[in-house]
């Protein structure tokens, strides 16, 4: 069964990623099949050379240690425990068997990397596994303690550098900034230096800092030339798009001028430039006076735009309907979006139009709230295995609350990153007892690191564990993770296909006060 994650990059929106078995690794890896009898000969690798990773690598491509059966797991266990006995000086044979598991995201690496580290306390390989699988154990202070003794063992490793500079993007800026240009300063022209300054840009609330940081991106790491770049290219041209429409333009135009010609990258540069000229139009239009040629203009401009902030795009065309005499339709346009994506500006924008129309704030509540309503559909009931208890839950014994539902797993990354935004959220409710938070592993495989996780990390929510036999229907996550969903007090899925970071906390927390002034029927 395919298991997938869903990540958000701030340039590109949402994609998946997926892979096969059990791995839930990033990327899919080309299978290479090695006859049986050729595994006596990579035992005999090993054995005369128990230090080489690249003998112990060959050997555990060739059985395909992921998708042996547990029994067959457990032979090759024994195999590495007599190595162990054999070769108690070599760090590379206990490193091997967990770095093998920490690539399936199972909790039985981490004994063999202590292992590793106690034999070579130097050893910067299993000091970075032993990191990321410090994350899925929730410890993150101890995880970021393995990751700075990898970066301290290889200084010269780009991704252990760049890995610990990001790890401080939740805590102080200034020290983020220093830590993440340092990056970008002694690994010039790599990727990784590249990716520091993108998300330095992406972290930066000041306007002219976040410019300053793209502008370096742009200069030092030409965009034809690295991923991160480009990449960040898009984000700066998102940027603009909703702060200065005109310079936007001129990097679009630059960044279609490099795309090789019939390349995807030239195709959407140069919809970019029709999109941000049709925008900048209309600003003209506007500040003229005439909505309609504005309205005509914006006609063909989908909402939203890919990269322009929604409630931006939605908010423009709605100021061109007005300015055309088409109030109502205006205040139709943002009552939809509002109702399906609240932010403080478009509620601001449909308080604005409401205001015009008569309407008063109880109108244009009751406005909202109807076409949630009609729009949401009755979840299906569940009853899965509570992690706490060991009991089960089900989703009627929570009628009468609001809910908010995620589907995870401990070595799910984008669900790791998301996690401290809910929690920023939820903690405003934690008084309340008519709002609870679920969350359903979706990796059963990785039960073992669920309530350390849970109790390590100090996230709120109540762990359940998934059952593929129940029938999901409105609330079948496609196997992905994460997939969020808020329930309200009669069983009704409000909003769905959400994510939550930190620019948009705010959303989730005007969703959740909506739901909590219904009253249960």
């Not at 049709?278 to 401009?301: D, M, P, R």
Request: overall charge positive; hydrophobic content about 40%; glycine content about 6%.
């Amino acid at each position: 069964m395919k298991k997938k994650f869903i990540n958000i990059l701030p340039a590109f929106g949402l994609f998946i990623l997926t892979t096969q078995g059990n791995a839930y690794a990033q990327t899919a890896k080309q299978e290479t099949v090695v006859a049986a009898k050729d595994i006596p000969a990579l035992k005999a690798a090993i054995e005369a050379n128990p230090n080489s990773l690249e003998a112990h690598e060959a050997y555990f491509k060739a059985i395909n240690f992921g998708k042996l059966s547990e029994g067959e797991q457990k032979e090759v266990v024994l195999q590495y425990e007599d190595w162990m006995k054999k070769f108690p000086t070599s760090a590379a044979v206990p490193y091997a068997l967990g770095h093998a598991y920490a690539n399936m995201e199972s909790p039985k690496a981490k004994p063999y990397l202590l292992k590793a580290t106690e034999i070579d306390p130097k050893f910067d390989k299993a000091y970075f596994d032993l990191w990321i699988d410090g994350e899925r154990w929730g410890d993150f202070k101890l995880s970021r303690e393995y990751l700075a003794k990898a970066a301290k063992a290889d200084p010269k490793n780009a991704d252990y550098a760049f890995y610990y500079a990001n790890g401080f993007a939740d805590g102080d800026f200034k020290k983020y900034k220093e830590m993440n240009l340092q990056v970008a300063k002694d690994f010039p022209g790599t990727n990784r230096g590249g990716q520091a300054l993108y998300w330095l840009a992406y972290h930066a609330t000041d306007p002219k800092e976040k410019i300053a940081i793209f502008e370096q991106l742009k200069r030092d790491f030409p965009a034809d030339k690295n991923n991160w770049s480009a990449s960040g290219m898009s984000a700066y041209y998102d940027f603009l798009l909703g702060t200065d429409p005109a310079k936007a333009l001129t990097l679009a135009e630059s960044m279609s001028a490099i795309q090789e010609a019939n390349s995807q990258g030239k195709k959407m540069w140069d919809q970019n430039v029709v999109v941000t000229k049709s925008i900048v139009q209309a600003n003209e239009f506007l500040a003229k006076g005439n909505g309609t040629e504005a309205l005509a203009v914006l006609k063909n401009v989908p909402a939203p735009v890919r990269g322009l902030e929604k409630e931006d795009m939605v908010l423009l065309k709605a100021k061109a309907m007005d300015a055309s005499g088409k109030s109502q339709d205006a205040y139709q346009y943002v009552l939809l979006r509002t109702a399906k994506e609240p932010t403080a500006k478009l509620q601001q924008g449909l308080a604005n139009y409401g205001n015009k129309l008569n309407k008063s704030k109880t109108v244009v509540n009751n406005d909202v709230q109807f076409v949630r309503d009609t729009a949401g559909k009755q979840a299906p009931n569940f009853t899965l295995e509570n992690y706490f208890t060991g009991s089960n839950s089900s989703l009627s014994d929570y009628k009468g609350k609001v809910v908010l539902l995620t589907y995870w797993f401990p070595g799910c990354g984008p669900c790791r990153g998301e996690f401290p935004h809910f929690e920023n959220v939820v903690k405003k409710f934690k008084k309340r007892n008519d709002f609870v938070y679920l969350a359903i592993n979706i990796a059963p495989e990785q039960d073992d690191y669920v309530l350390p996780f849970v109790k390590s990390s100090g996230y709120s929510f109540t762990p359940l564990k998934d059952n593929k036999n129940w029938q999901k229907g409105v609330l079948d996550n496609r196997g992905a993770a994460p997939t969020n969903f808020l329930i309200d007090q009669n069983g009704k899925i409000i909003f769905f296909n959400f994510r939550t970071d930190e620019k948009n906390e705010q959303s989730l927390e005007m969703m959740i006060n909506s739901m909590l002034e219904k009253k249960s029927a």
